[in-house]
C-alpha cells in the first residue's frame, strides 16, 4: 500500500512571491505517475500538474513546477508569481501505473491550504 | 479528457434516509471511482465501480452502506444508507483518461451532503 504525507496543513504567500508546498510518499513499486491537485471553495477538483516516474526531468506547466526525488520519494511543487486565484487546497496524489485491481485507484495527501494575500 | 456531470451539487438529509448521488461521463469507461472527503479532510476512496460486476470496496466501506450501480460504460450512481450524521461529506466521482503517454483522473463537481 502506499502513503502519501504532506506536512504543512497551511501556507500563506504575498501575491507576485514564490512558494513551495511539499509531500513525501512511501511505495514499494517503480513505476507510478504523482499529481498536484487544486481544490478552490467551489469543490472542483482541478489537475495543477503530473509526473512519471520513469522520467527524470521534472515537469513544468507555466508557473508550476515540480522537484521530483525519486530516491528520496520526494514531490513537491514549486508555485511563482503567486495569484490571488491560487488561493486553495492543495493534494499531493499517488497512482500505481501498473494494471491490475489498484489501476486508477489514487492516494491523496492530506492536503496543504494555500492562501495567497494581496 | 473527460467530463463528469455529477448531481445533485449538494443536500440537506435526514438521519436514517437515503441519497443517491449520479455521475455521468461524457465518454465511455472502463471503471469509475468514488470518494469521500470529510469535512476538512483529504479524499479517501469507497470503491471501484466496473460495468458489468459488481464494485470493488476499499476496507472500511460496505456494499449495504454505499451500494453502486453500474449500468452502463458512462453512468454510475453511489447511494448512501441509512445516513447519520457522520455521513455528512463531500462525495466525488472519478474515472481515469489516457491520452497517448499521460494519465489523468477527471472528477465531477462533487456532492455535499450535510446530515441532520
Known amino acids: 500500500a502506499q502513503t502519501v504525507t504532506q506536512s504543512q496543513p497551511e501556507m500563506s504567500v504575498q501575491e507576485a512571491e514564490t512558494v513551495t508546498l511539499s509531500c513525501t510518499y512511501d511505495?514499494?513499486?517503480?513505476?507510478?505517475?504523482l499529481f498536484w491537485y487544486k481544490q478552490p471553495p467551489s469543490r472542483q477538483m482541478i489537475l495543477v500538474i503530473r509526473?512519471?516516474?520513469?522520467?527524470?526531468q521534472n515537469a513544468t506547466e507555466n508557473r508550476f513546477s515540480v522537484n521530483f526525488q525519486k530516491a528520496a520519494k520526494s514531490f513537491s511543487l514549486k508555485i511563482s508569481d503567486s495569484q490571488l486565484g491560487d488561493t486553495a487546497m492543495y493534494f499531493c496524489?499517488?497512482?500505481?501505473?501498473?494494471?491490475?485491481?489498484?489501476?486508477?485507484?489514487?492516494?491523496f495527501g492530506q492536503g496543504t491550504i494555500l492562501t495567497v494575500h494581496p | 479528457s473527460a467530463v463528469i456531470s455529477q448531481k445533485p451539487s449538494r443536500d440537506i438529509c435526514q438521519r436514517g434516509t437515503s441519497l443517491t448521488i449520479q455521475c455521468q461521463v461524457d465518454?465511455?469507461?472502463?471503471?469509475m471511482f468514488w470518494y469521500r472527503q470529510q469535512p476538512g479532510q483529504s479524499l479517501t476512496l469507497i470503491a471501484t465501480?466496473?460495468?458489468?460486476?459488481?464494485?470493488?470496496?476499499e476496507s472500511g466501506f460496505v456494499i449495504d452502506k454505499f451500494p453502486i450501480s453500474r449500468p452502463n460504460l458512462t453512468f454510475s450512481t453511489l447511494t448512501v444508507s441509512n445516513m447519520s450524521p457522520e455521513d455528512s461529506s463531500i462525495y466525488l466521482c472519478?474515472?481515469?483518461?489516457?491520452?497517448?503517454?499521460?494519465?489523468?483522473?477527471?472528477f465531477g463537481q462533487g456532492t455535499r451532503l450535510t446530515v441532520v
Open positions: 472519478s474515472v481515469v483518461g489516457t491520452g497517448g503517454a499521460w494519465t489523468e483522473a477527471f
Open positions: 511505495t514499494s513499486e517503480n513505476n507510478y505517475y
Open positions: 509526473q512519471e516516474a520513469y522520467k527524470q
Open positions: 496524489a499517488f497512482m500505481n501505473r501498473a494494471g491490475g485491481t489498484s489501476y486508477g485507484k489514487l492516494t
Open positions: 465518454s465511455q469507461v472502463t471503471m
Open positions: 465501480a466496473n460495468q458489468g460486476s459488481e464494485a470493488t470496496y
